[in-house]
């Protein structure tokens, strides 16, 4: 039997279930997590056929220091998740020191680091997307809602977004072209999001149920994940402002039961897109990511992302995690099948039923909070069955766990099916406390009341 050590790059509750999903992969010994969370110290718990998780305090933005991490502890596999590191260039430096990274290089992150990049990209392949224009001026964007404005279209929504990278947070849903003006004005002049609204896409406004198509990639083929919806705004009924997420369950029911639309989004979307990068001579290895809407006239792409989206990864990697007779590739077996293009080699045993997460958050996010609050409440859920708590902004400071960020953790729950899996993860959360506390009451409803 093998028996890899592994480093996680993150801190968030994504990272936080790689490195859960990975520390019970039977093939590792060892899973590092760098700068990692209050809960990525974990000792082995053999019962649970589970390796121990050790935080490593190196910052993301110290990718030398990272390497050296990982040439000292002879890494076998680095798996990055936040995007801003990928676009940083971290694969290419750890595959420049000879060193296996699962994830993008640079090259091909733009994908996620540059909407014109990406929109471009479809075009050209036709691949299914909103029309758009691209601004480097802003003087140009006025003109362009000055034309829409006198073609009669003053009152019709439009989108802006920021070309680059902004936190999940880069685009505006303008209502009329006041709106868009003023959304102009905020990227591109006020630079409400630094370097990344130098340049700007305005898109035509769509309407539909979103999804989130996650796949791995080994730059050759496919393997498409359990669809997921993430909740992205902050209160329950889908109000207030866009957070990072606040909740997400997998599989959506409506599209893992149509295996006609699943295949067409393999066909139309995931599959050109790995060719098309491959051809450009900027392979894709790693997670594709399709942010979709299933508009009257079919899907289109909202965006691309080229990581594991969070709080996704806390409703899809549980479902991975089959022990006994029914397991199949474990989670390590597939990121070391993506980096020796060996992906249409893995049999994946998807868990029956559904995983749903639910985000419990700092009072104020995603505006301004206070960090240093004591959670309690999570101990006790450790031995829990059909639970995990995944930790975000946690800390352990002087042996007590305290808040750290605005996503503070996450519940997930399994279950026979997803109202089944929200029952776990609501009498999870419900058990956890810290001063300030906020989540969503209604993660799922939409679907369970059959409106999406
Ligand atoms: P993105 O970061 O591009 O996924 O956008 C964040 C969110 O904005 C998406 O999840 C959608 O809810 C919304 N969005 C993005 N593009 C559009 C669009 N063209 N029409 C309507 N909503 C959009
Ligand atoms: N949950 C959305 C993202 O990870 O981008």
Wanted: charged letters at 20%; one cysteine or more; aromatic letters at 6%.
């Amino acid at each position: 039997m093998t028996s890899y050590t592994v480093l996680v790059l993150g801190s968030g509750g994504r990272e936080h279930a790689l490195a859960w999903a990975l520390s019970r992969s039977s093939e590792v010994r060892q899973v590092y997590v760098a700068p990692g969370n209050g809960g990525t110290n974990q000792t082995a718990l053999p019962h649970l056929g589970a390796s121990p998780i050790t935080s490593v305090a190196i910052p993301p933005d110290n990718i030398a220091e990272l390497v050296g991490f990982a040439r000292r502890q002879k890494i076998d596999l680095t798996v990055v998740g936040p995007e801003a590191m990928l676009a940083a260039g971290v694969v290419d430096d750890f595959r420049a020191a000879g060193l296996r990274i699962f994830g993008p290089d640079r090259a091909a992150t733009r994908l996620e680091s540059s909407k014109a990049f990406a929109k471009a990209f479809m075009r050209d392949l036709g691949i299914p997307t909103a029309d758009y224009a691209v601004f480097h001026q802003p003087d140009d964007a006025y003109r362009f809602l000055d034309s829409r404005a006198q073609a009669g279209r003053q009152a019709d929504p439009i989108v802006v977004k920021a070309d680059g990278l902004a936190a999940g947070k880069g685009v505006i849903i303008c209502s009329d072209l006041d709106e868009a003006r003023a959304a102009v004005h905020r990227i591109m002049v006020e630079r409400a999001f630094g370097s990344a609204g130098q340049s700007i896409i305005m898109e035509e406004c769509l309407a539909g149920a979103e999804v989130s198509v996650l796949a791995f990639s080994d730059g050759h083929s496919v393997l498409m994940m359990p669809p997921a919806r993430d909740h992205k705004r902050v209160y329950d009924g889908d109000r207030g402002a866009n957070t990072g997420g606040m909740g997400a369950y997998a599989p959506a029911p409506d599209i893992a039961s149509d295996t006609a639309l699943l295949e067409q989004i393999r066909k139309k979307v995931l599959e050109p897109t790995i060719s098309g990068m491959a051809g450009r001579g900027t392979p894709y290895i790693g997670v594709l990511y399709a942010g979709l809407m299933l508009t009257d006239t079919g899907f289109k792409v909202l965006e691309f992302n080229c990581r594991f989206g969070d709080p996704e990864a806390q409703a899809i990697v549980p479902l991975l995690v089959n022990r006994g007779a029914r397991a199949g590739a474990s989670l390590m077996a597939l990121l070391m099948a993506c980096t020796e293009r060996q992906l249409h080699q893995m049999n994946v045993n998807w868990r029956d039923g559904a995983c749903a997460t639910v985000v419990a958050a700092s009072g104020g996010y995603p505006g301004a909070y206070q960090t240093g609050f004591p959670i309690s409440g999570v101990e006790p859920l450790l031995n829990e069955p059909d639970m995990v708590v995944f930790h975000a902004g946690t800390a352990q400071h002087n042996g007590e766990l305290v808040t750290s960020g605005g996503r503070v953790l996450a519940v997930s729950g399994l279950g026979h099916d997803l109202a089944s899996a929200l029952n776990r993860a609501y009498a999870g959360i419900a058990r956890i406390s810290f001063d300030g506390m906020h989540y969503r009451r209604d993660i799922g409803r939409k679907r369970l009341n059959g409106d999406e």
